[in-house]
Nanobody, 127 residues
Framework: QVQLEESGGGSVQAGGSLRLSCTVSNADDRSYCMGWFRQSPGKEREGVAS????????YYGDSVKGRFTISKDSAENTVYLQMNSLKPEDTAMYYC????????????????????WGQGTQVTVSS
């Protein structure tokens, strides 16, 4: 089954930048979207950004629009999340995810239902 491994998390001061990476192993041909979620203690898991694999169409949550950028390197089976102008409220565990066609999932935007996640990488932004 597909495996997702995140890296690149860490601690940064407000206004700083981080780039998260997600390496995909045992890729599933039915995957049609890749994305990033985040969750902080006491809050629900939030879809941050997604990218439709075939078209490259991107979606961003309102809280990160204009600051975060999702991208993919198909040759390397890697998805990135460039995070700029980080704020303390961006502090969370960040999870890479994929949408496998034919399975129910958590919708992000109107095109992607995510149903497989990695273990997460922690991002901490200090003020």
């Amino acid at each position: 089954q597909v495996q997702l491994e995140e890296s690149g998390g860490g601690s940064v001061q407000a206004g700083g930048s981080l780039r998260l990476s997600c390496t995909v192993s045992n890729a599933d041909d039915r995957s049609y979207c890749m994305g990033w979620f985040r969750q902080s203690p006491g809050k629900e898991r939030e879809g941050v950004a997604s990218i439709y694999i075939s078209t490259g169409g991107e979606y961003y949550g309102d809280s990160v629009k204009g600051r975060f950028t999702i991208s993919k390197d198909s040759a390397e089976n890697t998805v990135y999340l460039q995070m700029n102008s980080l704020k303390p409220e961006d502090t969370a565990m960040y999870y890479c995810a994929t949408s496998i066609r034919g399975r129910p999932g958590q919708w992000v935007g109107s095109n992607c239902a995510f149903n497989a996640w990695g273990q997460g990488t922690q991002v901490t932004v200090s003020s």
